[in-house]
Each structure stands twice: as structure tokens, then as C-alpha cells.
């Protein structure tokens, strides 16, 4: 696992900059949530990170090595997106050993690594099934272990839960938690849902308008926001 550091990061689209100058290191292991309202520069932040979207100045780090220019497949970071982007013509056991497939891994490992995420994931019974054929939880699942697999320096999830309905949503955060506890990776997670955030974080970044508003522990922004726009976004109901 890595350490990810972001030096001054921007993001322009054509004359526009959405995203201002982002500085924030996120440690070897740590899980950090971002939050922030629709259209604040998340997922631009995120698509940077995975290399799915050009860096208009500043550098990005992945432990001791700049990799602004390096392309997606050899950054060693999956992501993990909202609408589980499966294959639909390809059963679920084919999704997930995919991107294994194309990094031509022996096929004897990719099976291995396939059934031990299938069965970290519970779903283990659906392994020939279509994605068409899966609940939204059990897509979900899928998603997490197409990531899995790979076995990433890194993880980057974008609101992975937000198409789930409440209940699945609540068992799928315990998941992710118990995840996390067992893989110790380092995680960026995007979420609009505020118990996911103080739930899951190690720290909580919010973020406004392209910027970093302010960063913490949860129970610190929780307690002490500094801003009115974190007391909303996190902050005690006063
Ligand atoms: P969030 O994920 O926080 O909702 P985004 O990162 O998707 O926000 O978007 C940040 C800003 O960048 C928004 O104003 C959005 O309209 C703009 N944006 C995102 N992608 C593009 C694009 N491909 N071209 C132009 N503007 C974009
Ligand atoms: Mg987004």
C-alpha cells in the first residue's frame, strides 16, 4: 500500500478551473472521505487520482514517485464507481477477473484471487450469473471485487453506495468497514451521506467549490467545524 499526495493540484476545462490548487497527503493505510455539495470537484479530484482525467498543473504522488503522466493501467489504484460500470454481456466471475486477464496474469492465480474475493464478498453462488441478474447490492459486490482482485496500492470509490436502498446501504457501509479493517488499504471514498462519513473515515476532507474547506477527524469537524458551511455539511445540530 501507498501513500498519496496531492501537491497544489488543478483542473481546468477549457478557460474553466474547477478544481483550485488542492494540497493534502492521505497516509499509507488511511481510509479518507470526501464530501462536499453536487458539483464541488469530487469526482474531477477522484478521475485524477486514477489517472482517468489530465492534471492541468500541480503533481500528484503515489508513495515517492510523481505519476501526473502515468496512465491509468500502470498506477496500481482501482476505482470503484457509483453505476458499478460491470459488463453486462460478461457473468460475474468474467468481470472480475478482467483486468487480470488483460495484465495477462497466470490464469491458475486469477482464479485463485477470483474465488477468495467471491468469497470475502459473499458472492460466491453468483459467479456465472450475468450482472443483469443481480440485485443492486449484489452489482455492488461485484464492483468491489473487480477491485479486489487487482489487489491495489490503492482504492478509490465514488459514491458507491448512493443507487442502494436504505437497509442494503446500512449493511453494505458495515462491509466496507469490515473491509477495511481486514485489507488496511488506502482509500479515497466519496459519499454524500453523512453517518458513511463519520462512520468509515479515518479523516473527512469537505470540500467547496473546488477547494479544500477544511480537514479532520470526524468527532473534530463534528465538534469544532470552522466554517457554517462545515457545521452544515458535518457539524453538530445546534
Ligand atoms: P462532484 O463530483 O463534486 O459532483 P464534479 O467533479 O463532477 O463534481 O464536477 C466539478 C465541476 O466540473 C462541475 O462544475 C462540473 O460541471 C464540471 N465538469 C465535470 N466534468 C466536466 C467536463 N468533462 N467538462 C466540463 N466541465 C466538467
Ligand atoms: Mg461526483
Excluded: W
Amino acid at each position: 500500500m501507498a501513500q498519496i499526495r496531492l501537491e497544489g493540484l488543478r483542473k481546468s476545462y477549457g478557460e474553466l478551473e474547477v478544481v483550485h490548487g488542492i494540497d493534502l497527503t492521505i497516509g499509507d493505510g488511511e481510509f479518507l472521505v470526501l464530501v462536499g455539495p453536487s458539483g464541488c470537484g469530487k469526482s474531477t479530484l477522484l478521475r485524477m487520482i486514477a489517472g482517468l482525467e489530465e492534471i492541468t498543473s500541480g503533481t500528484l504522488r503515489i508513495g515517492d514517485n510523481a505519476v501526473n503522466e502515468l496512465p491509468p493501467a500502470n498506477r496500481n489504484i482501482a476505482m470503484v464507481f457509483q453505476d458499478y460500470a460491470l459488463y453486462p454481456h460478461m457473468n460475474v466471475g468474467d468481470n472480475m477477473a478482467f483486468g487480470l486477464k488483460m495484465r495477462h496474469a497466470p490464469v491458475a492465480e486469477i482464479s485463485q484471487r477470483v474465488a477468495k474475493a467471491a468469497e470475502v464478498l459473499k458472492i460466491t453462488p453468483f459467479l456465472d450469473r450475468l450482472p443483469g441478474q443481480l440485485s443492486g447490492g449484489q452489482r455492488q459486490r461485484v464492483a468491489m471485487g473487480r477491485a479486489i482482485v487487482r489487489e491495489p496500492e490503492a482504492f478509490l470509490f465514488d459514491e458507491p453506495l448512493s443507487n442502494l436502498d436504505a437497509a442494503l446501504r446500512v449493511e453494505m457501509r458495515l462491509e466496507m468497514a469490515k473491509l477495511h479493517r481486514r485489507m488496511r488499504a488506502t482509500t479515497v471514498y466519496v459519499t454524500h451521506d453523512q453517518v458513511e462519513a463519520m462512520t468509515l473515515a479515518d479523516r473527512i476532507v469537505v470540500m467547496h467549490g473546488g477547494r479544500v474547506e477544511q480537514v479532520g477527524r470526524p468527532l473534530d469537524l463534528y465538534h469544532r467545524p470552522q466554517t457554517l458551511f462545515v457545521a452544515r455539511f458535518i457539524g453538530s445540530p445546534t
